[in-house]
């Protein structure tokens, strides 16, 4: 008898690779940062009224 193959199911001990990380992928850090500096830098409120209310939300 001919096996079918199933191009549909995995391999059940195939171990699974992480994708490769591209050296800068989602790297926001510095836009973040930088939006966050300037909202608080144009608040009216200053650093630690602002983190105070963030805690209480």
Avoid: K, N, W
Avoid at 37 to 52: I, K
Wanted: net charge neutral.
């Amino acid at each position: 008898m001919r096996r079918i193959s199933d191009t549909s199911t995995l391999d059940l001990f195939e171990v699974p690779a992480p994708a490769p990380e591209l050296p800068g992928t989602m790297d926001y850090r510095h836009q973040v940062a930088h939006l966050v500096s300037e909202m608080l830098r144009r608040s009216p409120h200053d650093r630690f009224d602002v983190a105070a209310r963030m805690s209480r939300l």
